[in-house]
């Protein structure tokens, strides 16, 4: 079945894609279990958080927190730096950005959107703890590195 409409997600993903800096196809709503396939790149897990609808006007304002994951499988030093990367590349977009017209969410059937503008709203922060185990606690980070920023 195609997607009839454009949800805060699928749009936060798409455009965050299209911009310099981000690996391609390493972005998503669930990290990839498989850690062999963003070992070298890292991913950047998306997640709305809040944000309010405009309805007078028909847009909306979602805030978005981007997980910035990085890991090292070899080492049991996460890599900050990879992490840290990956989230200013968020924010250089978000200064960068002057908005998408016709922007593809890549997804069959789904209708082209428009990103009028990207804001940073909170500075990109390092989080010292590890991957969610699923069942609300993190198992320890030990190779990985982790930072988010919403936007």
Avoid at 16 to 27: D, M
Avoid at 75 to 89: H, R, V
Avoid at 98 to 106: E, V
Avoid at 121 to 130: D, N, Q, S, T
Wanted: net charge neutral.
């Amino acid at each position: 079945m195609s997607i009839q409409y454009a949800n805060s997600e699928l749009v936060a993903k798409a455009w965050l894609s299209a911009q310099t800096g981000i690996p391609t196809n390493k972005v998503g709503t669930t990290l990839p279990q498989e850690i062999s396939t963003w070992a070298s790149t890292g991913f950047i897990q998306i997640i709305v958080t809040g944000g309010t609808p405009q309805p007078y006007f028909g847009y909306r304002r979602p805030v978005i927190t981007a997980h910035c994951w990085a890991i090292n499988p070899a080492k049991q030093t996460p890599p900050w730096g990879m992490a840290s990367d990956l989230a200013e590349a968020i924010v250089r977009a978000c200064h960068t950005e002057n908005g998408i017209a016709n922007l593809s969410l890549g997804v069959s059937g789904a209708p082209d959107v428009v990103v009028t503008q990207a804001w940073i709203l909170r500075e990109p922060r390092r989080i010292p703890w590890g991957f969610p185990s699923g069942q609300g606690s993190f198992i320890n980070p030990g190779e990985a590195a982790h930072y988010t920023a919403d936007f």
